[in-house]
């Protein structure tokens, strides 16, 4: 980075110091991750300079013949991780790539319905304060107060009741498997448009460790970081039916001309998810998950809905007379990084909830397996049973950076090699 550091001292220093707290410190956010060396390259390639507006072979700028090659490798690639009949990988971001499936499929103050954000839905389910809850008529369901999870059947009743014209199944904080094929019974029988938001489990899916909505659903959204593991972004795969409706959503509905860089990098993480060294890491996400669930609990955690189908967990910090908020400070204290997130029926803000929000993905990247897990519960206990105590949390402190440096942000190769 050497004209960086020339021409931009202070942005220079302020990477610098992120790598060094992403090397020395444990992400268990669960929707960040760790991109190849290949992905970051392709990023930031030469394709940043490039305007595309339009699509393969029929674009609005002249120049287009790498670009089209580029595209047109990502939307296959797409197609076979995820055998799609249609896909759109322009999308910048989530939530304006499921703005434009709103766009293309309904019309202002249409009935939707989807997960409520409070037991573990997205804000682009029909939230109040985002474009689908100000735009669109919501009905929410939720989680059962004592199982923790989705009733098919409850679903089944508001939605005979209330006739949505979309179902919405995904989620942002759900630890369970959705199931794809009983919400699809429930659309076709009120006669409702299937969509499902696989933002967070999109590289579970891709190797083949949960089952895929792609060829259930009319339309599926899903960012292409998280669990998939490439560059920030989004895209959308829908029915041949919904192709063109949905294309015309994308551009010129909501955007301009793509970040044909980005869509550089996508398709360089589809090829890595396409290896069958991903399901081997996908595998491993889900087991690291199921083990520091199990080892939480074994320190007298609660663990909403008692576990994970999936790569994140949510821990209901009540019993340990602790805040989300509480926690997160005093963990990131520790060098290990958390979100403060709402439980279902929680009686507190959501700037100060009574849990937090755990994921696998990256450290699962670094090559982390079963036995790290018991290792990092011990020590998000003893964070949380000294958080007052500056002393004990700089001991800690130490003993995560020793331990994460024996762990590397991984290069391209042993990246897609699960750190071995």
Known sequence: ???????????????????????????????????????????????????????????????????????????????????AEHVNVQCYSGSPANLAVYLALLQPGDKVMGLSLAHGGHLTHGHPLSFSGKLYNVVAYEVEKDTERIDMDKVREIALREKPKMLIAGFSAYSRDMDWRGFKEIADEVGAITFADIAHIAGLIAGKQLENPVPIFDVVSTTTHKTLRGPRGAMLMCKQEFAQAIDKAVFPGVQGGPHDHITAAKAVAFREALQP?????????????????????????RIISGGTDNHLMLIDLTSKGLTGKEAETALETCGITVNKNMIPFDERKPLDPSGIRLGTPAITTRGMKEKEMELIAGWINRALENHTHEAALAHIRAEVKEFCLRFPIPTPKNNIENGE
């Open 277 to 301: 060294e991903f399901a081997a890491y996908a595998k491993q996400v889900i087991a690291n998950a199921q083990a520091l669930a199990a080892s939480l609990a074994k320190n007298a955690f």
């Open 1 to 83: 980075m050497s004209y960086l550091k020339k021409q931009d001292q202070e942005i220079f220093d302020a990477i610098q110091n992120e790598t060094k707290r992403q090397q020395e410190g444990m992400e268990l956010i669960a929707s960040e991750n760790y991109a190849s060396a290949a992905v970051m390259e392709a990023m930031g390639s030469v394709f940043t300079n490039k305007y595309s507006e339009g699509y393969p072979r029929k674009r609005y700028y002249g120049g287009q013949e790498f670009v089209d090659t580029v595209e047109e490798l990502a939307i296959d690639r797409a197609k076979q991780l995820f055998a």
